[in-house]
Nanobody, 129 residues
């Protein structure tokens, strides 16, 4: 059984930070491509950051570049998203997504949600102004 569990969301004020975590069980985490998606109310789910199985390749959408940092600890089967300088427009549900094939990470922001094999239940981030 594969389980993907996010945590770390919450309510913060603009300018503050949060760190999201995503723990995967039931798969060999070391070989998985991983991504964070964001779903803003009224919009479709969008990939905002992704990371290769090794952690050596990362990608960010422009709206979070320089503020968010994706990382992983393969010894703990855990993916992270450090979110700094949060803005009200970051308010969204954040999802962790698993790519079992470990496809080219350089293209990961172009992969649609259907590309990913497993998802967590999401964690809500709310940023007040």
């Amino acid at each position: 059984q594969v389980d993907v569990v996010e945590s770390g969301g919450g309510l913060v004020e603009a300018g503050e930070s949060l760190k999201l975590s995503c723990t995967v069980s039931g798969l060999d985490f070391r070989h998985l491509g991983m991504a964070w998606f964001q779903r803003i109310p009224g919009k479709q789910r969008e990939a905002i950051s992704c990371i290769s199985w090794s952690g050596n390749t990362t990608r960010y959408v422009d709206s979070v570049k320089g503020r968010f940092t994706i990382s992983r600890d393969n010894t703990k089967n855990t993916l992270y998203l450090q979110m700094n300088s949060l803005k009200p427009e970051d308010t969204a549900m954040y999802y962790c997504a698993v790519d079992r094939r470990g496809d080219p990470p350089e293209l990961c922001l172009t992969y649609p949600p259907q590309h990913y094999d497993y998802w967590g239940q999401g964690t809500q981030v709310t940023v007040s102004s």
